[in-house]
């Protein structure tokens, strides 16, 4: 049995009928390495002060969009939780006993699935990232990074 049909949908949760329709297109700029091998293991939310250091590994040809990535201490990371369901409207967490919208909550299965953490950054690598505060599997696809408007590194 493949993880996500053990992550199954749990009694009051509700799901839509019907193809999941795709058009949007995306690139995946890299992937993620994490210590997380299962979403057991994942923690909720990442943690930017004791959370693992991860490692955004970037394609050879988004490289040189790092540059001037080293004035920020700070930023955030989007991700395509490439695991998840995409069909439920009500969801149950699983610290919760009510059924609840979607659009509530920040939960992974959601309609496009991508993950937002603001994380700290640690080092900065000609074709890697080093991060703190991400709460993702390992391999999952990167999406982009964007540094934190206001909070620049101590030079
Ligand atoms: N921090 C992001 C956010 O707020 O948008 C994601 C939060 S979501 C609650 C984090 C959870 O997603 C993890 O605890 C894990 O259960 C699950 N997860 C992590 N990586 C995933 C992946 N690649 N595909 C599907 N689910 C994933």
């Not at 839509?16 to 992937?31: E, Y």
Request: aromatic share 6%.
């Amino acid at each position: 049995m493949s993880e996500q049909d053990r992550y199954g949908i749990r009694p009051g949760e509700v799901a839509v009928k019907g193809p999941v329709v795709s058009d949007a297109s995306l690139q995946f700029i890299g992937r993620i390495r994490t210590p997380f091998q299962t979403r057991a293991d994942c923690p909720r939310q990442g943690d930017m002060e004791a959370g693992p250091v991860c490692t955004l590994e970037i394609a050879e040809k988004w490289r040189l969009a790092l540059v001037g990535l080293e004035k920020f201490g700070f930023g955030d990371v989007l991700y395509w939780l490439d695991q998840s369901r995409r069909d439920l409207v009500h969801q149950r967490p699983g610290h919760s006993n009510a059924p609840v919208g979607t659009f509530a909550i920040r939960s992974p299965v959601r309609p496009n699935p991508i993950g937002l953490s603001r994380v700290a950054i640690v080092e900065l690598r000609e074709d890697a990232v080093l991060v703190r505060g991400l709460d993702c599997l390992d391999k999952t696809p990167l999406l982009d990074i964007k540094p934190n408007r206001c909070v620049h590194a101590p030079s």
